[in-house]
Protein backbone atom coordinates (compact mmCIF):
# COMPACT_ATOMS: atom_id res chain seq x y z
CA UNK A 1 0.00 0.00 0.00
CA UNK A 2 3.09 2.19 0.98
CA UNK A 3 4.50 2.10 -2.74
CA UNK A 4 1.08 2.52 -4.47
CA UNK A 5 0.83 5.91 -2.03
CA UNK A 6 4.73 6.84 -3.50
CA UNK A 7 4.39 5.68 -6.99
CA UNK A 8 0.80 7.85 -7.07
CA UNK A 9 2.35 11.13 -5.06
CA UNK A 10 5.88 10.73 -7.36
CA UNK A 11 3.66 10.44 -10.44
CA UNK A 12 1.85 13.71 -9.59
CA UNK A 13 4.60 15.46 -8.44
CA UNK A 14 5.87 14.73 -11.93
CA UNK A 15 3.30 15.87 -13.30
CA UNK A 16 3.10 19.19 -12.00
CA UNK A 17 6.62 19.78 -12.36
CA UNK A 18 6.34 19.53 -16.21
CA UNK A 19 2.88 21.04 -16.37
CA UNK A 20 4.63 24.34 -14.54
CA UNK A 21 7.72 24.17 -16.96
CA UNK A 22 5.23 24.13 -20.04
CA UNK A 23 3.47 27.55 -18.22
CA UNK A 24 6.95 29.17 -18.09
CA UNK A 25 7.89 28.47 -21.88
CA UNK A 26 7.94 31.36 -24.45
CA UNK A 27 4.99 32.10 -25.91
CA UNK A 28 4.77 30.54 -29.36
CA UNK A 29 6.06 32.53 -32.00
CA UNK A 30 3.78 34.10 -34.16
CA UNK A 31 3.26 37.26 -36.62
CA UNK A 32 -0.22 38.35 -37.81
CA UNK A 33 -0.38 39.69 -41.80
CA UNK A 34 -3.34 42.14 -42.23
CA UNK A 35 -4.57 44.52 -44.84
CA UNK A 36 -2.39 42.43 -47.98
CA UNK A 37 -2.76 43.85 -51.22
CA UNK A 38 -1.06 44.45 -54.73
CA UNK A 39 -0.95 47.33 -57.10
CA UNK A 40 -2.29 46.97 -60.31
CA UNK A 41 0.19 46.24 -63.22
CA UNK A 42 -0.11 46.78 -66.75
CA UNK A 43 0.03 43.64 -69.40
CA UNK A 44 3.46 42.21 -69.35
CA UNK A 45 4.45 43.73 -66.77
CA UNK A 46 7.97 42.58 -65.71
CA UNK A 47 7.06 42.94 -61.38
CA UNK A 48 4.11 44.11 -59.32
CA UNK A 49 4.40 46.03 -56.19
CA UNK A 50 2.77 44.13 -53.00
CA UNK A 51 1.72 45.41 -49.64
CA UNK A 52 0.98 44.24 -45.88
CA UNK A 53 0.98 45.20 -42.46
CA UNK A 54 2.91 42.73 -39.72
CA UNK A 55 2.83 42.12 -35.82
CA UNK A 56 5.00 39.82 -34.44
CA UNK A 57 4.12 38.60 -31.20
CA UNK A 58 8.03 38.15 -30.32
CA UNK A 59 10.58 39.50 -32.25
CA UNK A 60 11.21 38.12 -35.13
CA UNK A 61 12.18 38.71 -38.56
CA UNK A 62 10.32 38.49 -42.32
CA UNK A 63 12.98 36.49 -44.18
CA UNK A 64 11.60 35.58 -47.61
CA UNK A 65 8.53 35.64 -49.57
CA UNK A 66 6.70 33.03 -52.03
CA UNK A 67 4.19 32.98 -54.54
CA UNK A 68 3.16 30.23 -57.26
CA UNK A 69 2.19 33.78 -59.10
CA UNK A 70 5.41 34.61 -60.21
CA UNK A 71 8.52 33.38 -60.92
CA UNK A 72 10.03 34.37 -57.39
CA UNK A 73 9.14 36.72 -54.60
CA UNK A 74 11.56 38.88 -53.01
CA UNK A 75 11.54 41.99 -50.46
CA UNK A 76 12.49 45.42 -51.40
CA UNK A 77 13.53 49.02 -50.17
CA UNK A 78 12.41 51.56 -51.96
CA UNK A 79 14.49 55.03 -51.42
CA UNK A 80 15.08 58.65 -53.09
CA UNK A 81 18.32 59.77 -54.13
CA UNK A 82 19.16 63.33 -55.72
CA UNK A 83 15.33 62.74 -57.11
CA UNK A 84 15.89 59.52 -58.57
CA UNK A 85 13.83 56.32 -57.24
CA UNK A 86 16.29 53.33 -56.43
CA UNK A 87 14.91 49.74 -55.57
CA UNK A 88 16.67 47.11 -53.50
CA UNK A 89 15.86 44.05 -52.54
CA UNK A 90 17.00 43.38 -48.42
CA UNK A 91 18.49 40.02 -48.39
CA UNK A 92 18.20 39.72 -44.50
CA UNK A 93 14.24 40.79 -45.07
CA UNK A 94 12.93 43.12 -42.69
CA UNK A 95 12.67 43.42 -38.48
CA UNK A 96 9.67 42.66 -37.46
CA UNK A 97 10.05 44.28 -33.16
CA UNK A 98 7.70 41.93 -30.60
CA UNK A 99 4.05 43.95 -30.40
CA UNK A 100 4.86 46.23 -33.25
CA UNK A 101 3.12 47.02 -36.28
CA UNK A 102 5.24 46.93 -39.48
CA UNK A 103 3.58 48.50 -42.31
CA UNK A 104 5.23 47.20 -45.78
CA UNK A 105 4.13 49.95 -48.50
CA UNK A 106 4.46 51.86 -51.28
CA UNK A 107 7.36 54.20 -51.27
CA UNK A 108 9.30 51.99 -48.19
CA UNK A 109 9.81 48.60 -47.70
CA UNK A 110 7.72 45.88 -49.62
CA UNK A 111 7.52 42.95 -51.79
CA UNK A 112 7.90 42.36 -55.25
CA UNK A 113 6.43 39.57 -57.21
CA UNK A 114 8.95 38.97 -60.52
CA UNK A 115 7.63 37.52 -63.54
CA UNK A 116 4.25 37.52 -62.81
CA UNK A 117 2.33 34.45 -63.95
CA UNK A 118 -1.02 36.17 -63.42
CA UNK A 119 -2.68 39.39 -64.59
CA UNK A 120 -2.26 42.03 -62.05
CA UNK A 121 -5.82 43.64 -62.78
CA UNK A 122 -8.25 45.45 -60.12
CA UNK A 123 -9.96 41.78 -57.89
CA UNK A 124 -7.15 39.68 -58.85
CA UNK A 125 -5.68 37.22 -55.17
CA UNK A 126 -2.07 37.11 -55.48
CA UNK A 127 -1.34 33.64 -52.87
CA UNK A 128 1.91 34.75 -50.97
CA UNK A 129 3.65 32.64 -48.18
CA UNK A 130 5.76 34.99 -45.82
CA UNK A 131 8.44 33.44 -43.64
CA UNK A 132 10.00 34.36 -40.69
CA UNK A 133 13.21 33.37 -38.67
CA UNK A 134 11.38 32.20 -36.44
CA UNK A 135 7.73 32.31 -36.21
CA UNK A 136 5.69 29.59 -38.76
CA UNK A 137 5.41 30.61 -42.09
CA UNK A 138 2.02 33.01 -43.13
CA UNK A 139 -0.10 32.00 -46.42
CA UNK A 140 -2.56 34.63 -47.38
CA UNK A 141 -4.08 36.18 -50.68
CA UNK A 142 -3.22 39.83 -51.53
CA UNK A 143 -6.28 41.25 -53.55
CA UNK A 144 -5.33 43.68 -56.49
CA UNK A 145 -6.62 46.97 -56.26
CA UNK A 146 -5.46 50.71 -56.55
CA UNK A 147 -4.04 52.38 -53.12
CA UNK A 148 -6.14 54.27 -51.58
CA UNK A 149 -5.87 57.67 -52.20
CA UNK A 150 -4.78 60.33 -49.31
CA UNK A 151 -7.69 62.44 -48.19
CA UNK A 152 -10.27 60.45 -49.96
CA UNK A 153 -11.43 58.79 -47.06
CA UNK A 154 -14.88 60.21 -47.39
Known amino acids: MKTFAFTTLSSSILAALAMSACAQAAPAAKVVAT ?13 GGCYVTL ?22 TMSMDGGVMRMRKLADGIALPAGTSVALKPGAE ?45
Do not use: Q, Y
Open 35 to 47: DAWCRPAPAGALA
Open 55 to 76: KAAADDRLVSVETAAADRGEIH
Open 110 to 154: HLMIIGPKIALTAGAKVPLVLKFRNAPPVKLDAVVRMPAMPGMAH
